[in-house]
């Protein structure tokens, strides 16, 4: 009867670790919205240059970066970023004033994740093309 008795003790707590829940992944960090706004301009030297203000929305979780490139002709021609902690959703905007007014343009939205020193991305969006 002892016997019995262990083993079924055994037996419950088997199934007990077999049906425990399993811990939910944490949320990934992913770019849900953007808005692209033509701001004003600024001279550099001969050239008059378009401002552009980017908002991006984002889940994260943990230490990150975001950051926003303003792309022209291919080449990154300006970016801006902020440092969020903790986890949930954030707002960020930056402002960006790379490209001479006419130029056609684009940006690519990053949140980041490590040091400063090294950064890896955890999501990325690209947003279309805008001349103003």
Known sequence: ???MT?????LIAMLGFAVAPVAAAPPSDSIGSWQVTCGGTIQSGSELHRVYSVS???DYTGK?????????QGAAI???HA???GNGQATFTGTVAGAPVGSTVSFVLYVLKGS???LTPTATATTTTYSC
């Open 116 to 118: 400063h020193h090294q």
């Open 78 to 80: 300006d970016s801006d």
């Open 1 to 3: 009867m002892r016997r």
């Open 64 to 72: 990150k970066e975001a950051r926003i490139y303003e792309y022209s």
């Open 6 to 10: 262990i083993v079924v003790g055994i």
């Open 56 to 58: 991006m929305t984002f």
């Open 83 to 85: 440092w969020f902690h």
